[in-house]
């Protein structure tokens, strides 16, 4: 029976533009996300973030599912346009007080609070003065994490800078699937650096302020597997994984960018992004690291460039994206292992999960204690006349990738937490409404509120702080590749390239 060490912290986690709504309210200010979901073509069925889940006026009754589902931690984002409106100057006092009084709440309740700072939605004055291709926006941001670490660094002892910068650069300005939707390819990589300095010198300004509180980032990290074994199959890989992972691991946990990667982008690297010290801050030493787990990467080259992907999927009006987001491999093609997927088209893969925790503990010397920040997968889930949700394939996939964390941990990882994306049902970005993460169902017309059977799954692990020996999930659930969520999961439709 896989059991986790003593003080294991179950969570679930959030972001704010995700579940908030109340855009307009409490001198809140646009972000780029309301930007870009309010401009047609963007975000699939033109669903935006104005409502969104309505946790800006439901999150006492979404603090009472947690102690429910018996999380002892909840890992939320505050939004930087309801505190700091224009992205400069004074915190927002109504901003602020949204999150004391959310903070009551889960002190209440008993469930510590874990902090993101930054999960993608930059102030749109800041995005109008450049955006993250600018180096002054690092800046911004380390003024930002400053101003409210001061507020709440009495009542917030886990704090993480920037959730997947990878997806903040690439996907806002190179793809241009996500917000800005800028397509530049020079620019993304400006965006790469100064989202990693903004972390970096975020992290200096906190931890003067408070040494005893913990510090840190979230990546998305994926295993890369050659398609084959050709020497063009694995020198796409190779690519690959400088571009999705080492690229951001190298410079945070080692003080430098990938020899490789940078010989491979030498055409677009601008050559005077890099200044001296830079690297010595984004390689601050931290407290903890994030690990977002969703799936593995399986690619190969092809004669041909890849053809742009359309984010919003099948029948949605043309967005002006490119490539499948890894910059300078556009003859790399993403393809798999045919395992079930998940309805984002990501097969699932929970060995994975085991594969890049153990990496991370083997290539980095370094390595701070480890948290999976985010893993889940989206199912098109109904509530059933039982007035239940019965998702037993999100069940089965939790199932199976708690396994794998335990795996990791009995390898000798320093794993000391584990956060199920999503509480809520949410707004999954370019997807709108249309993909569900939650284990906590949510209707959109009525907002309320149900259980999954995975939250109550979800709910007697963390009450054991284990698994049971075969299995919540039954047979369906092993070790092996592939076989993560049993038969029957929803095949993918078109999420296209490397989301
Ligand atoms: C991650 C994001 C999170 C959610 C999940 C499905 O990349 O951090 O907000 O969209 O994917």
Not at 309 to 336: L, Q, Y
Not at 461 to 486: E, F, I, K, R, T
Request: charged content about 20%; overall charge negative; hydrophobic content about 35%.
């Amino acid at each position: 029976m896989p059991a986790f060490p003593p003080g294991f912290l179950w969570g679930s986690a959030t972001a704010a533009y995700q579940i908030e709504g109340a855009v307009a309210e409490g001198g809140r200010g646009p972000s780029i996300w309301d930007t870009f979901s309010h401009t047609p073509g963007r975000v699939q069925n033109g669903d935006t973030g104005d409502v969104a889940d309505d946790h800006y006026h439901r999150y006492r009754d979404d603090v009472a599912s947690m102690r429910e589902l018996n999380l002892g931690a909840y890992r939320f984002s505050i939004s930087w346009p309801r505190v700091q409106p224009a992205g400069t100057g004074s915190l927002n006092p109504e901003g602020v007080d949204f999150y004391d009084r959310l903070l009551d709440e889960l002190h209440g309740a008993g469930i510590t609070p874990w902090v993101t700072l930054y999960h993608w939605d930059l102030p749109q004055p800041l995005e109008d003065a450049g955006g993250w291709p600018e180096r002054d926006t690092a800046l911004r941001f380390a003024d930002y994490a400053a101003a409210v670490h001061e507020r709440f660094a009495d009542r917030v002892a886990d704090w993480t800078t920037l959730n997947e910068p990878w997806c903040s650069a690439f996907l806002g300005y190179f793809t241009g699937h996500h917000a800005p939707g800028r397509t530049e390819p020079a620019a993304s990589l400006r965006a790469v650096h100064h989202l990693l300095l903004g972390h970096g010198l975020a992290v200096q300004a906190m931890r003067t302020a408070r040494s005893d509180n913990r510090f840190g980032i979230t990546l998305n990290l994926y295993p890369v597997d050659p398609a084959t074994d050709s020497d063009a199959d694995r020198d796409a890989a190779r690519r690959v994984d400088g571009i999705s992972n080492r690229l951001f691991t190298d410079p945070v946990l080692r003080g430098a960018y990938p020899d490789d990667v940078l010989a491979d982008l030498a055409m677009l690297w601008p050559a005077d992004l890099v200044q001296d010290g830079d690297l010595d801050v984004i390689a601050t030493p931290l407290d903890q690291l994030g690990v977002n787990y969703y799936s593995r990467h399986v690619v190969r080259a092809t004669d041909t460039a890849v053809p742009p992907s359309d984010p919003a999927g099948p029948g949605s009006p043309a967005v002006p994206a490119r490539g499948n987001g890894w910059i300078g491999c556009d003859d790399v093609e993403k393809t798999g292992y045919g395992y079930p997927q998940t309805t984002m088209g990501w097969e699932i893969d929970a060995p994975g999960l085991h594969d890049v925790l153990t990496r991370l503990h083997r290539d980095y010397p370094s390595l701070p204690p480890l948290y999976v920040t985010e893993n889940g997968a989206s199912f098109d889930d109904v509530v059933s006349p039982d007035g239940a949700v019965h998702d037993a394939q999100r069940t089965a996939y939790l199932d199976a990738h708690f396994r794998q964390a335990a795996r990791a941990i009995a390898d000798g990882v320093d794993l000391r937490g584990y956060f199920v994306w999503s509480l809520l049902d949410n707004f999954e970005w370019a997807w709108g409404y249309q993909r569900r993460f939650g284990i906590v169902h949510v209707d959109y017309d009525t907002l309320r509120r149900t259980i999954k059977d995975s939250g109550y799954f979800v709910a007697r692990v963390a009450a054991a702080n284990g698994l049971s020996g075969d299995g919540d999930a039954g047979d369906s659930v092993g070790d092996g590749p592939g076989d993560g969520a049993g038969d029957g999961a929803a095949g993918g439709d078109g999420a296209g390239g490397a989301r």
